[in-house]
């Protein structure tokens, strides 16, 4: 099993950035997939998360309006599109599987994670 999560990088305050978390492994129609994120020194917490079939999302309110998670079936493949960035966006990203149709904001819920990228948001 394996996430690949990428795409992160250095942006300005308002920029953008879109993540990626490429898998393998696994059979990834049947899994939620959320991305959390890490700042230095603080927890990991929960960003976005989307169903097995895109159908369902959910967002931390801290990005709603800002933030757009999709998924591409064929492909294996999440997209976190990033938008109007904030400095309190900098963080370590991961993407993570749960083995169910939709699965929340819990860490504990999330079978395999990725290495994470990183988010480093200028002001």
């Known amino acids: 099993v394996q996430l690949q999560a990428s795409g992160g990088g250095l942006v300005q305050t308002g920029g953008s950035l879109r993540l990626s978390c490429a898998t393998s492994?696994?059979?990834?129609?049947?899994?939620?997939i959320g991305w959390f994120r890490q700042a230095p020194g603080e927890e990991r917490e929960f960003v976005a998360t989307?169903?097995?079939?895109?159908?369902?999302?959910e967002y931390t309110n801290s990005v709603k309006g800002r933030f757009t998670i999709s998924r591409d079936n064929a492909k294996g493949t999440v997209y976190l599109q990033m938008n109007s960035l904030k400095p309190e966006d900098t963080a370590v990203y991961y993407c993570?599987?749960?083995?169910?149709?939709?699965?929340?904001?819990?860490?504990?819920?999330?079978?395999?994670w990725g290495q994470g990228t990183l988010v480093t948001v200028s002001s």
């Open positions: 993570a599987a749960a083995r169910r149709s939709f699965a929340g904001t819990l860490t504990r819920d999330y079978a395999f």
């Open positions: 989307i169903s097995w079939n895109g159908g369902s999302t």
């Open positions: 492994g696994f059979a990834f129609d049947d899994y939620a």
